[in-house]
């Protein structure tokens, strides 16, 4: 199964990165080998999603509760990030991608979001595909200075409660700029959202897949999306 042409392709693809950990451990491994090697899983499918022409691709790179993992782990995890970006960022330039993120992105260490802020300025023109790097990102979190910034509006006059609808809240989410994702892909096996896009991921197909996010590759990318081509989506209709 290669890159064929699909009957439908998604605009938007939104994938859980999981199953480092266990990848590198069943290898006898440190953690943080498996993050490296998920890194290579994270380019090839920036490449597939090129190859079939999806406009973006959001990856749930570091989420809120990361946080909470031990010190070495995180750090090995953001120096994987700068290392990612300092030698992808090129990369992405050149094949027309264009770099945003969504998250609290100001909790990430200086080094991070100074290389974070070199490669989405150097890219912000690109218009092949929009990758976009949630990192400190969750959802709840996401909902909550959402609704506080809507609160603030409203206490001020700029914003009639009676007016606020669906949109209102939509546009007020770090996704703002971005359509709802048309398909999630999860890695390794576990049923669960785990805060991610709980808002934006309503009407989205879902596939898990019991492989590790390391062993996840290009040819897996087009089997998924050759799957979600198959599915008829109904929002909620007959
Ligand atoms: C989940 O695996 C993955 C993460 C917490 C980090 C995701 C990071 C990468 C794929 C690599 C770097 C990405 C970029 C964009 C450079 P886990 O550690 O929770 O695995 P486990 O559930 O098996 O322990």
Redesign the pocket.
Known sequence: MGNAPLNSVPRHVAVI??????WAEGRGLP?KA??RA??ES?REAVDACLEQGIEFLT?Y??SSE?WNRPQKEINA?MK??EQ?LKTKGKEFHKKNVRLKTIGRTHLLPESCRKELAKVIDETSSNTKLTVI?ALSYGSREEITDATRCIAEKAARGELDPDQIEKETIAKHLDTSEFPDPDFLIRT?GELRLSNFLLWQLSYSEIFITEKN?PDFRKSDFHEALEIYSRRRRRFGRV
């Open positions: 990165m999981d199953g480092n950990g266990r953690r498996g993050h998920g890194a994270v990856l790179a570091f990361n995890l994987l990030l990612f790097l390794s996010w």
